[in-house]
């Protein structure tokens, strides 16, 4: 079985927007991924959600880095002149990015061989974690930093932080 990445952005005329479709991406599928585990942990491992595990993997072993990429490659450089709350908010988000890689690598490492998932208590304790802390990063990032940013970007920052995301997939916006 072949395993493809589906972007959650189809649209990169405005780089908000793509941070924007990520963020609800990212929230569904949270929500997704912490069943799964409950699933695992109450019938234990079988071929369908071992199929299930592989999809999570491919999907939030792209998203993750490609999310964190249009914000430190695209968005961020955009704001570098602005207020030191701007750049304090910054920093915060990029040890926030850190966070999310550290957390994800403990959950990527069983998602991608889910055989070897046998302690189902603790994989369920693994996902719930990661879950917790990408979502306290994106509500972060809805709730203090993008309305600050708003105010800030012109529309066509915002159409030139798109196009350079866009540009990391190898698209043209």
């Known amino acids: 079985m072949k395993f493809k990445f589906t972007d959650p952005a189809t649209d990169f005329s405005n780089g908000l927007q793509v941070i924007t479709d990520y963020h609800q991406d990212f929230l569904a599928r949270g929500k997704k991924l912490v069943d799964l585990a409950k699933q695992i942990q109450k019938q234990g491992m079988t071929e369908a959600l071992a199929l299930e595990c592989m999809d999570m993997y491919c999907h939030y072993s792209h998203a993750t880095i490609l999310h964190h990429k249009d914000e430190e490659e695209a968005l961020f450089p955009l704001l570098v002149n602005q207020s030191s709350l701007i750049i304090g908010m910054i920093e915060r988000l990029i040890m926030d990015h850190e966070e999310i890689e550290e957390s994800w690598a403990a959950v990527a490492k069983r998602l991608s061989h889910p055989e070897q998932i046998t302690n189902f208590d603790h994989f369920l304790h693994l996902t719930v974690e990661f879950e917790k802390i ?9 709730e203090d930093f993008s309305p600050q940013i708003k105010k800030i970007l012109t529309a066509d920052q915002m159409k030139q932080a798109g196009e350079k995301m866009a540009n990391l997939r190898h698209l043209t916006a």
């Open 134 to 142: 990408l979502r306290d990063h994106l509500t972060r990032e809805d």
